[in-house]
């Protein structure tokens, strides 16, 4: 039974460039969130999503971020035009629609960092 | 601006010891908590979940939550050298159909062979 998959588990940027990192929650999760953790610091909601919903995005800076849960495929965290800043771990996690919902299980995560 | 609140350590306990981590949190209609656990360059991964007052017990590991206080605690018993890593608190922050947890700090636990 696969976790939460989450690609790449490294990426490295130049500032200005797009990053897109790519997460699947666990087989029968419907709920998806995503946060980032920067060096000395605990862990940052960013965003909650469901399949084609942004339900709680009160956590994403408002410019060059977005997120998606298509229908179908991964759920999609973007940053366009990168920053030094930006450079963190992302942790995606998921939960199921029902029993156990307030449960999340986290990806491995992604290790962005911005040249 | 609701917080979690947690000792960032570390923590130096012998093997063989207790380890106890505690936690804080400002939001009094939080209703979920829970214990994650952080290797160092892993993810976290959740330990304990506890909803109501008390105490709540898996194997070495005891979770107690005290609303009125608005704390929680983990306890470690017979701490072993693998349980040295960074001790996530978390908190549901509003309840209801939102799952958003709040997270802590984290505490650094080191268990000395």
């Known amino acids: 039974n696969a976790g939460v998959m989450q690609n790449p588990r490294h990426l490295v940027r130049r500032r200005g460039q797009e990053a897109r990192l790519r997460c699947s929650p666990m087989k029968g999760h419907s709920h998806v969130y995503w946060y980032r953790q920067l060096p000395e610091e605990g862990l940052k909601f960013m965003v909650y999503?469901?399949?084609?919903?942004?339900?709680?995005e009160s956590g994403m800076p408002k410019e060059r971020f977005s997120a998606e849960f298509p229908k179908e495929g991964p759920s999609i965290l973007r940053i366009q035009q990168v920053v030094r800043g930006d450079s963190a771990a992302y942790f995606c996690a998921s939960s199921p629609a029902g029993q156990g919902k307030e449960k999340l299980f986290f990806g491995s995560g992604t290790q962005l960092s911005v040249l | 601006q609701k917080e979690v609140e947690q000792n960032s350590g570390p923590l130096s306990v012998p093997e063989g010891a207790i380890a106890s981590l505690n936690c804080t949190y400002s939001d009094r209609v939080s209703q979920s908590f829970f214990w994650y656990r952080q290797y160092s360059g892993k993810s976290p991964e959740l330990i304990m979940s506890i909803y109501s007052n008390g105490d709540k017990e898996d194997g070495r590991f005891t979770a107690q939550l005290n609303k009125a206080s608005q704390y929680v605690s983990l306890l470690i018993r017979d701490s072993q050298p693998s349980d040295s890593a960074t001790y996530l608190c978390?908190?549901?922050?509003?309840?209801?159909?939102?799952?958003?947890?709040?997270f802590g700090k984290g505490t650094l636990l080191t268990v000395n062979p």
């Open positions: 978390a908190v549901n922050a509003r309840g209801g159909s939102n799952y958003k947890l709040t």
């Open positions: 999503l469901q399949k084609e919903n942004i339900i709680d």
